[in-house]
């Protein structure tokens, strides 16, 4: 397999972290974001929407969406499972994994901050509250869902990381690169510091990687 991936991504976080739980080897292939190499023609015979992460297959075939991804991987290497056994957990984990994926990572990712200051012009300091305020205010929504809740355990859902676990631990890492404030959600904090006595954790995060700056 080979990952095309930027190593500040978080969706191409959530993948590392994906293959490294399943004991999966792949080749990994950079994809500065930063320096527009997503939207080299080199790079759109391999992404149609010219994002990362992109798994590609030995045989070829092209994966893209972290989530979809991960799924995919999980139905095809079972062991170790990312989705609960049972019907009512898979929904409770996936539907944590959304909260971070769907409501706030898409607003506040790469493009959208560039789109802020560049054609908006949006201030440095203004574009900042912007992400710290989507961050802060998403993740005390999932705080309220982990909290007390008789389904989490020492992960978001039970005892054993999740694709919920997975999609949480990098936006922890975003978070805390634009300061943002994460002494409100006690519980999500907890959450990734088990995670990150994980090696498939730990041995991915962005600072790890091989185009790391």
Same mark, same amino acid.
């Given at each position: 397999?080979?990952?095309?991936?930027?190593?500040?991504?978080?969706?191409?976080?959530?993948?590392?972290?994906?293959?490294?739980?399943?004991?999966?080897?792949? =080749?990994? $292939?950079?994809?500065?974001?930063?320096?527009? #190499?997503? @939207?080299? #023609?080199?790079?759109?015979?391999?992404?149609?929407?010219?994002?990362?992460?992109? @798994?590609?297959?030995?045989? +070829?075939?092209?994966? $893209?969406?972290? @989530?979809?991804?991960?799924?995919?991987?999980?139905?095809?290497?079972?062991?170790?499972?990312?989705?609960?056994? /049972?019907?009512? +957990?898979?929904?409770?984990?996936?539907?944590?994994?959304?909260?971070?994926? !769907?409501?706030?990572?898409?607003?506040?990712?790469?493009?959208?901050?560039?789109? @802020?200051?560049?054609?908006?012009?949006?201030? #440095?300091? %203004?574009?900042?509250?912007?992400?710290?305020?989507?961050?802060? =205010?998403?993740?005390?929504?999932?705080?309220?869902?982990?909290?007390?809740?008789?389904?989490?355990?020492?992960? !978001?859902?039970? /005892?054993?990381?999740?694709?919920?676990?997975?999609?949480?631990?990098?936006?922890?890492?975003?978070?805390?690169?634009? %300061?943002?404030?994460? %002494?409100?959600?006690?519980?999500?904090?907890?959450?990734?510091?088990? !995670?990150?006595?994980?090696?498939?954790?730990?041995?991915?995060?962005?600072?790890?990687?091989?185009?790391?700056?």
């Amino acid at each position: 397999m080979e990952l095309f991936n930027y190593y500040r991504s978080s969706a191409s976080y959530r993948v590392r972290i994906a293959l490294a739980l399943k004991g999966l080897d792949y =080749t990994y $292939t950079a994809v500065h974001l930063a320096r527009g #190499e997503q @939207l080299k #023609e080199s790079y759109a015979s391999v992404s149609a929407t010219r994002l990362v992460p992109t @798994l590609r297959e030995d045989d +070829g075939t092209l994966l $893209t969406q972290s @989530l979809a991804i991960i799924e995919y991987l999980d139905e095809t290497h079972p062991q170790p499972a990312l989705l609960p056994a /049972d019907a009512r +957990g898979r929904a409770r984990a996936r539907a944590l994994a959304y909260d971070i994926a !769907c409501e706030i990572h898409p607003i506040n990712n790469l493009r959208v901050l560039r789109y @802020l200051s560049a054609d908006l012009k949006v201030s #440095e300091d %203004d574009k900042n509250r912007w992400y710290r305020h989507w961050v802060e =205010t998403g993740l005390a929504a999932v705080e309220r869902q982990l909290a007390d809740h008789p389904a989490t355990g020492r992960y !978001c859902h039970g /005892d054993a990381p999740t694709i919920a676990d997975i999609t949480l631990v990098p936006q922890i890492f975003n978070a805390r690169r634009f %300061d943002c404030r994460l %002494d409100h959600v006690p519980t999500v904090m907890r959450i990734f510091e088990q !995670c990150m006595t994980q090696d498939a954790f730990n041995q991915t995060q962005p600072a790890a990687c091989p185009d790391a700056e």
